[in-house]
């Protein structure tokens, strides 16, 4: 049986019918055709899905959809205003922190939150800040060097 | 996450509301919290027959009270919103929570709750290991109105507690700290998103004349179904002035207190051999935070 649930996903309101199981990422993906955030371990031990909820970064394979009622739901497609990518997108960019791109939204998305708290970070916290999402190429150095970029040319 | 089997969400708007839904729907209905263990227990087959989700975000849960001296801590308050209190930030006695409440990546903190993480009655959890030094009680509410229990008689196996069906857990009541006490958490894993090999949480209070008394020291992580007390510990350490010698002394003795298990993340043998590690440095990291010289 489908439930009638109502989303603000980037500024947008959305009216749908979803499962009472079904996952904020697929939901996000399957119905709204946001596919930025990635379905990667489906199970909270990757953060290809991080995803903002009323700002915090949270693991959207872990949430589900019926949960995120009247929050704000924010994806990496909603990063870019008035056609200009965000700054993080930029450095991710400018610092080639991109190899197989599947990390990359989740990484972004996390960032987003850290930096948001976060006006100074040193290295060791930027680590800290991702631990949460992997990267199977391996590429955290370039994913470090541009979360520090983006925070440094604020 | 794959739940298939849940075709009905509730979203009661108070903890009565919640014990209402429970009586209702009985097997049929799981309480969701934070959420992050869900998938967990479904995988390890403990969802079966779930229909029913009852969401506890609106059951007016989140806080963290301040309560006969101590804190009271809403089951729905997440590691992010307890991690942020003054208290907890600032308070030496507290320390162990803290420690704990900085083990998981931001997106778990940011959605793990207090409650859903001592109602899962999981062993490799971090912060009930934390609590247990801290002498915590959880109060629950039923059909038959609330109770409380000391956090200890709560766990009784992997994923078995002490609630009767149809109770929820409300609050964790974490009592007055000691006047001169300090606490320390210190886990053991492979990477930062993974449970536990092991993990120590210590209390250390002083009497006037500096020797210790009411030490509480507590396993988890793999060296039993719950969390482990380490009473022989415990015992070696009150009434004696803290030092190094001591803690190694404390540290020799673990082994008699745990139990631990082999399994494909780590053998017994060597869970046995780092609690000896862990269990020292986690004593020198709170007597640290008592300030206190160590010789």
Same mark, same amino acid.
């Given at each position: 049986?489908? $439930?009638?649930?109502?989303?603000? +996903?980037?500024?947008?309101? $959305?009216?749908?019918?979803?499962?009472?199981?079904?996952?904020?990422? $697929? +939901?996000?993906?399957?119905?709204?055709?946001?596919?930025?955030?990635?379905?990667?371990?489906?199970?909270?031990?990757?953060?290809?899905?991080?995803?903002?909820?009323?700002?915090?970064? +949270?693991?959207?394979?872990?949430?589900?959809?019926?949960?995120?009622?009247?929050?704000?739901?924010?994806?990496?497609?909603?990063?870019?205003?008035?056609?200009?990518?965000?700054?993080?997108?930029?450095?991710?960019?400018?610092?080639?922190?991109?190899?197989?791109?599947?990390?990359?939204?989740?990484?972004?998305?996390?960032?987003?939150?850290?930096?948001?708290?976060?006006?100074?970070?040193?290295?060791?916290?930027?680590?800290?800040?991702?631990?949460?999402?992997?990267?199977?190429?391996?590429?955290?150095?370039?994913?470090?060097?541009?979360?520090?970029?983006?925070?440094?040319?604020? | 996450? /794959?739940?298939?089997?849940?075709?009905?969400?509730?979203?009661?708007?108070?903890?009565?509301?919640?014990?209402?839904?429970?009586?209702?729907?009985?097997?049929?209905?799981?309480?969701?919290?934070? @959420?992050?263990?869900?998938?967990?227990? =479904?995988?390890?087959?403990? @969802?079966?027959?779930?229909?029913?989700?009852?969401?506890?975000?609106?059951? @007016?849960? #989140?806080?963290?009270?301040?309560?006969?001296?101590?804190?009271?801590?809403?089951?729905?308050?997440? =590691?992010?919103?307890?991690?942020?209190?003054?208290?907890?930030?600032?308070?030496?006695?507290?320390?162990?929570?803290?420690?704990?409440?900085?083990?998981?990546?931001?997106?778990?903190?940011?959605?793990?709750?207090?409650?859903?993480?001592?109602?899962?009655?999981?062993?490799?959890?971090?912060?009930?290991?934390?609590?247990?030094?801290?002498?915590?009680?959880?109060?629950?509410?039923?059909?038959?109105?609330?109770?409380?229990?000391?956090?200890?008689? =709560?766990?009784?196996?992997?994923?078995?507690? #002490?609630?009767?069906?149809?109770?929820?857990?409300?609050?964790?009541?974490?009592?007055?700290?000691?006047?001169?006490?300090?606490?320390? =958490?210190?886990?053991?894993?492979?990477?930062?998103?993974?449970?536990?090999?092991?993990?120590?949480?210590?209390?250390? /209070?002083?009497?006037?004349?500096?020797?210790?008394?009411?030490?509480?020291?507590?396993?988890?992580?793999?060296?039993?179904?719950?969390?482990?007390?380490?009473? #022989?510990?415990?015992?070696?350490?009150? @009434?004696?002035?803290?030092?190094?010698?001591?803690?190694?002394?404390?540290?020799?003795?673990?082994?008699?207190?745990?139990?631990?298990?082999?399994?494909?993340?780590?053998?017994?043998?060597?869970?046995?051999?780092?609690?000896?590690?862990?269990?020292?440095?986690?004593?020198?990291?709170?007597?640290?935070?008592?300030?206190?010289?160590?010789?």
């Amino acid at each position: 049986m489908k $439930h009638s649930l109502i989303l603000e +996903v980037n500024g947008e309101r $959305h009216e749908i019918a979803v499962e009472a199981s079904a996952t904020l990422l $697929h +939901v996000l993906r399957e119905d709204l055709d946001l596919i930025g955030p990635k379905k990667g371990c489906d199970s909270g031990g990757c953060g290809c899905c991080t995803i903002l909820l009323d700002g915090r970064a +949270v693991y959207s394979c872990m949430v589900f959809a019926m949960s995120a009622q009247g929050k704000k739901i924010t994806t990496i497609e909603g990063l870019p205003k008035d056609g200009k990518l965000d700054p993080l997108q930029e450095a991710f960019i400018q610092s080639g922190a991109v190899q197989c791109g599947y990390c990359t939204s989740g990484m972004i998305m996390t960032a987003k939150e850290f930096l948001a708290n976060s006006p100074a970070p040193g290295d060791p916290e930027i680590r800290r800040a991702i631990s949460g999402n992997l990267c199977r190429c391996t590429g955290y150095h370039k994913t470090i060097d541009a979360i520090r970029t983006a925070a440094f040319s604020r | 996450m /794959s739940i298939s089997g849940v075709k009905e969400f509730c979203r009661p708007q108070s903890a009565g509301n919640a014990v209402e839904l429970l009586a209702k729907h009985g097997n049929r209905a799981v309480l969701l919290a934070g @959420g992050t263990f869900l998938h967990g227990l =479904f995988s390890r087959g403990l @969802g079966s027959g779930v229909e029913v989700l009852v969401d506890l975000q609106h059951a @007016g849960l #989140s806080y963290v009270n301040e309560a006969h001296g101590g804190l009271a801590l809403g089951a729905m308050t997440t =590691f992010r919103e307890l991690a942020a209190t003054e208290q907890v930030q600032k308070m030496p006695e507290f320390g162990a929570l803290l420690d704990s409440l900085h083990c998981p990546p931001a997106q778990i903190r940011n959605q793990a709750t207090v409650g859903g993480c001592v109602a899962s009655a999981y062993t490799l959890f971090d912060v009930p290991v934390a609590f247990l030094a801290l002498d915590a009680s959880v109060k629950s509410l039923g059909p038959q109105g609330p109770r409380e229990m000391p956090l200890e008689k =709560f766990f009784v196996d992997y994923f078995e507690h #002490s609630l009767k069906k149809g109770e929820i857990l409300t609050d964790v009541l974490l009592p007055k700290p000691a006047a001169r006490s300090a606490s320390a =958490f210190l886990k053991l894993e492979t990477n930062s998103n993974d449970l536990a090999l092991l993990n120590v949480a210590v209390r250390l /209070s002083l009497d006037k004349s500096g020797l210790c008394q009411e030490s509480r020291v507590v396993l988890g992580g793999g060296v039993g179904k719950t969390p482990v007390r380490a009473l #022989s510990c415990e015992a070696l350490l009150n @009434g004696q002035r803290p030092s190094r010698a001591l803690f190694e002394n404390a540290a020799q003795k673990v082994s008699a207190d745990i139990h631990p298990v082999s399994d494909h993340r780590a053998s017994g043998q060597y869970r046995r051999a780092v609690a000896k590690v862990y269990l020292r440095r986690t004593l020198l990291r709170a007597a640290e935070r008592l300030g206190i010289e160590i010789a």
